[in-house]
């Protein structure tokens, strides 16, 4: 029997700001290949623990491992691709080229006086032409849409060639059309070059049952498992402390 | 026309002026997207403080104001950094703080001399060899660097947040980037003046960005509006007798309009 890599390992983990307890003793697994969700109420800690992961906030206490190292000796980022909340949301006037944009993405690999290679060209165009945002590429950032701003963002994201990507809260700023398109291609990436796909969301009308796993976070990761368990009533009132009636119905 | 160049005032007020217009723009760039142009209005305020201790003490009034201008930067980011504070309350309190801390020095000293104003206006007259050795060689530094971190700097200003957690070093990179605007400020106040050089640094990247270009190309119309003001600038300084800092924020206004009509939006 073959294990999958674990690319996220998170164990009793605890944060608190100021007097307030924001996340206490979460424990967590993503493993290579995985498509997971981060669902909970607004404010129940799922940003957080998304920075706690990225290095962005230090944890109170616990222990945080990616690819297997502990975090604080982790020099790899590039294998992670974030795409945080409201990154769509550009300044109209910002001097950035979405061929600018998306190599962004292969900065950290370039180092000093890195100039472009043959091989970052190939990746910056290969990422956008996965998302398709290359008719755009001498467009200003800030004069797309919300929908064709997120696609940049992923495809920056991309350019790094990254095992995992994090998307924080994508529909903000994008309309609901774009939106399922968005998860779409999330869902493509995944099943065809393997990338394991993390997001969060509060909406659970996003929730696909192809996901490998849900994590319900509300100030602690009250529950872990798929979307078949996730969505009975008992559940989702547990998430959201308060009686749900669950309703399905097809997009 | 051309003939002015035979003055050696004006060979060395030109090579000073083309040197801080090159870098300035380049470096304003990067302050002017991360809505930090007070910075450079802050520093230039606080080098006017070096200034005044050098004149009261006999010092070399360019590098106290090297000198002044680093220190401040470095605290001013570390306020802002570490300690969570506000960018504009923090440049607030050390711009009104330095122009205080700078009039009592010179109150101090007995006079507000001809030497202090051409400090605050710039002076085509005032930039000697000595100036050009010390601008020479902090300038070749402060362009190597700007060069070499050129895209790290940018993805800092598009997107600090990614940029951190793609693995840049974001915290040093921003502590490097105030103090080679630190420099370029203490370095420009003989051309400029400290009361003008803000502009210098951050006119010509806003008026760049106007033609809705990608970074590359706003930086180096940037630098050619600049290269072109400071030319200008200096030139009506010596046919006019004007204080050459003013003479080239008014250029660096012309462009700046002329961009804002040409661009309609």
Same mark, same amino acid.
């Given at each position: 029997?073959?294990?999958?890599?674990?690319?996220?390992?998170?164990?009793?983990?605890?944060?608190?700001?100021?007097?307030?307890?924001?996340?206490?003793?979460?424990?967590?697994?993503?493993?290579?290949?995985?498509?997971?969700?981060?669902?909970?109420?607004?404010?129940?800690?799922?940003?957080?623990?998304?920075? #706690?992961?990225?290095?962005?906030?230090?944890?109170?206490?616990?222990?945080?491992?990616?690819?297997?190292?502990?975090?604080?000796?982790?020099?790899?980022?590039?294998?992670?691709?974030?795409?945080?909340?409201?990154?769509?949301?550009?300044?109209?006037?910002?001097?950035?080229? +979405?061929?600018?944009?998306?190599?962004?993405?292969?900065?950290?690999?370039?180092?000093?006086?890195?100039?472009?290679?043959?091989?970052?060209?190939?990746?910056?165009?290969?990422?956008?032409?996965?998302?398709?945002?290359?008719?755009?590429?001498?467009?200003?950032?800030?004069?797309?849409?919300?929908?064709?701003?997120?696609? +940049?963002?992923?495809?920056?994201? #991309?350019?790094?060639?990254?095992?995992? #990507?994090?998307?924080?809260?994508?529909?903000?700023?994008?309309?609901?059309?774009?939106?399922?398109?968005?998860?779409?291609?999330?869902? +493509?990436?995944?099943?065809?070059?393997?990338?394991?796909?993390?997001?969060?969301?509060?909406?659970?009308? +996003?929730?696909?049952?192809?996901?490998?796993?849900?994590?319900?976070?509300?100030?602690?990761?009250? #529950?872990?498992?798929?979307?078949?368990?996730?969505?009975?009533?008992?559940s989702m009132s547990r998430l959201y402390g308060t009686p749900a009636h669950v309703v399905s119905h097809n997009h | 026309m051309l003939e002015m160049l035979n003055y050696p005032f004006m060979q060395r007020a030109f090579i000073a002026g083309l040197m801080i217009a090159l870098l300035a723009a380049m470096s304003g760039s990067f302050i002017v997207l991360r809505r930090y142009s007070l910075?450079?209005?802050?520093?230039?305020?606080?080098?006017?403080?070096?200034?005044?201790?050098?004149?009261?003490?006999?010092?070399?009034?360019?590098?106290?104001?090297?000198?002044?201008?680093?220190?401040?930067?470095?605290?001013?980011?570390?306020?802002?950094?570490?300690?969570?504070?506000?960018?504009?309350?923090?440049?607030?309190? *050390?711009?009104?703080?330095?122009?205080?801390?700078?009039?009592?020095?010179?109150?101090?000293?007995?006079?507000?001399?001809?030497?202090?104003?051409?400090?605050?206006?710039?002076?085509?007259?005032?930039?000697?060899?000595?100036?050009?050795?010390?601008?020479?060689? *902090?300038?070749?530094?402060?362009?190597?660097?700007?060069?070499?971190?050129?895209?790290?700097?940018?993805?800092?200003? *598009?997107?600090?947040?990614?940029?951190?957690?793609?693995?840049?070093?974001?915290?040093?990179?921003?502590?490097?980037?105030?103090?080679?605007?630190?420099?370029?400020?203490?370095?420009?106040?003989?051309?400029?003046?400290?009361?003008?050089?803000?502009?210098?640094?951050?006119?010509?990247?806003?008026?760049?960005?106007?033609?809705?270009?990608?970074?590359?190309?706003?930086?180096?119309?940037?630098?050619?509006?600049?290269?072109?003001?400071?030319?200008?600038?200096?030139?009506?300084?010596?046919?006019?007798?004007?204080?050459?800092?003013?003479?080239?924020?008014?250029?660096?206004?012309?462009? *700046?309009?002329?961009?804002?009509?040409?661009?309609?939006?």
């Amino acid at each position: 029997m073959k294990f999958a890599p674990s690319l996220f390992e998170v164990r009793d983990l605890n944060f608190t700001h100021g007097e307030n307890e924001i996340l206490k003793t979460v424990n967590l697994t993503i493993l290579e290949g995985e498509y997971c969700a981060i669902i909970g109420p607004n404010g129940g800690g799922k940003t957080t623990l998304i920075r #706690l992961l990225m290095g962005l906030e230090k944890p109170t206490s616990g222990t945080i491992k990616l690819f297997g190292t502990d975090q604080s000796k982790f020099r790899e980022w590039h294998r992670i691709g974030y795409v945080p909340q409201r990154s769509a949301l550009v300044d109209a006037t910002f001097p950035a080229t +979405v061929r600018e944009v998306v190599a962004m993405g292969r900065y950290a690999r370039r180092g000093i006086l890195g100039f472009e290679s043959p091989k970052d060209v190939s990746a910056i165009e290969e990422s956008m032409a996965q998302m398709g945002v290359s008719d755009l590429r001498d467009r200003l950032i800030g004069h797309l849409s919300g929908g064709q701003r997120q696609r +940049v963002m992923i495809a920056r994201a #991309l350019a790094s060639h990254p095992k995992v #990507l994090i998307v924080d809260e994508p529909n903000t700023g994008v309309d609901v059309e774009s939106q399922h398109r968005f998860y779409d291609l999330l869902r +493509v990436l995944n099943k065809t070059k393997g990338i394991a796909i993390l997001f969060i969301t509060h909406d659970v009308g +996003v929730i696909a049952e192809d996901i490998s796993k849900l994590f319900f976070v509300n100030q602690t990761l009250l #529950l872990s498992q798929t979307p078949q368990e996730m969505l009975r009533c008992d559940s989702m009132s547990r998430l959201y402390g308060t009686p749900a009636h669950v309703v399905s119905h097809n997009h | 026309m051309l003939e002015m160049l035979n003055y050696p005032f004006m060979q060395r007020a030109f090579i000073a002026g083309l040197m801080i217009a090159l870098l300035a723009a380049m470096s304003g760039s990067f302050i002017v997207l991360r809505r930090y142009s007070l910075l450079s209005e802050t520093l230039a305020h606080v080098s006017l403080v070096g200034v005044s201790v050098g004149i009261l003490f006999g010092l070399s009034p360019l590098w106290m104001a090297v000198v002044a201008s680093l220190i401040a930067s470095w605290l001013i980011e570390y306020l802002r950094s570490v300690h969570g504070m506000y960018s504009d309350s923090v440049l607030a309190i *050390f711009l009104s703080g330095s122009l205080a801390l700078a009039i009592v020095i010179v109150s101090l000293s007995g006079s507000f001399n001809a030497s202090l104003f051409s400090y605050l206006f710039g002076s085509i007259l005032s930039v000697s060899n000595d100036d050009l050795i010390i601008m020479g060689l *902090f300038g070749s530094l402060s362009m190597a660097l700007l060069i070499l971190f050129f895209k790290e700097l940018y993805f800092i200003a *598009f997107d600090e947040e990614v940029a951190r957690t793609s693995g840049i070093r974001v915290s040093l990179l921003n502590f490097m980037l105030v103090s080679i605007i630190a420099v370029i400020i203490a370095l420009s106040i003989r051309v400029v003046g400290t009361l003008l050089i803000g502009a210098l640094m951050v006119i010509p990247p806003v008026a760049a960005i106007r033609f809705g270009m990608g970074f590359f190309s706003t930086t180096l119309l940037s630098i050619a509006i600049a290269l072109v003001c400071v030319v200008a600038g200096l030139s009506l300084s010596f046919f006019f007798s004007l204080p050459s800092g003013a003479a080239i924020v008014l250029c660096l206004l012309v462009a *700046f309009i002329f961009a804002m009509v040409v661009n309609k939006r």
